[in-house]
């Protein structure tokens, strides 16, 4: 059974730029959540996709957007970067969208606006 | 608004001692979820422990075992027996059970196992 997965591991990108972040989420599972982990911090629930569909957002701007695709991997897309857009971007993958479901995390991304 | 606080920046403990972590949250919803989280030096976040609210019974796996006051919004992690390998960030969780699917985190506890 393959885990969750996310490309790149590390990025550097400058102010205004776009980025796109990938996750493969785990063999059975059709819900993947994205989380936003400054430094220090806990996690921020940016979104949830479930069957290819938004499923729930946090209080982030429209210029964080997503996509999950038929095989239900996902992309995080952040477009206009800003230097506080620096974290760690984690992808969490379940096997439905039933609140109670484990959360199955990926490594993360460590994305660096300069 | 939905809060999770931990109070405890950072705790140590030594090998083999019982450590407690502290949690409190707030939310407006009957009905929620209440997870513990660890986050090792590597990063990967693994589940440590769920809660469903509406049951009474505390949850224990293992070496790992809340103390759920409802009425107090308080949700504790004990770890008994602790490893060198507990050593890491230690998140508190709540999820509602409504249409607001939202996982709202703690700032976490940094916790050290110390040989």
């Known amino acids: 059974e393959t885990g969750v997965t996310q490309s790149p591991t590390h990025l550097i990108k400058t102010r205004g730029q776009q980025v796109t972040l990938r996750c493969s989420s785990q063999s059975g599972h059709n819900t993947v959540s994205w989380y936003q982990q400054a430094l220090g911090q806990g996690p921020q629930f940016i979104f949830q996709?479930?069957?290819?569909?938004?499923?729930g957002r946090g209080n982030f701007p429209p210029r964080f957007s997503g996509l999950q695709f038929p095989n239900y991997s996902s992309e995080l897309n952040v477009n206009a970067l800003e230097l506080d857009d620096s974290a760690l971007y984690l992808c969490?993958?379940?096997?439905?969208?039933?609140?109670?479901?484990?959360?199955?995390f990926g490594p993360g991304t460590r994305l660096t606006v300069l | 608004a939905q809060t999770v606080t931990q109070s405890q920046p950072e705790m140590s403990v030594q090998e083999a001692e019982t450590v407690t972590l502290s949690c409190t949250y707030d939310t407006s919803e009957s009905n929620y979820y209440l997870f513990w989280y660890k986050q090792p030096p590597s990063r990967q976040m693994i589940l440590v422990i769920r809660q469903e609210a509406y049951k009474q019974q505390n949850a224990t796996e293992n070496r790992f075992s809340v103390n759920f006051q409802k009425a107090a919004k308080s949700f504790s992690l004990k770890i008994s027996d602790s490893q060198l390998g507990d050593t890491a960030m230690y998140f508190c969780?709540?999820?509602?059970?409504?249409?607001?699917?939202?996982?709202?985190w703690g700032l976490g506890t940094s916790l050290a196992v110390n040989p």
């Open positions: 996709y479930y069957r290819e569909e938004e499923n």
């Open positions: 969490a993958s379940s096997q439905s969208s039933g609140t109670g479901d484990e959360q199955f």
């Open positions: 969780a709540c999820l509602n059970a409504g249409n607001n699917r939202k996982l709202i």
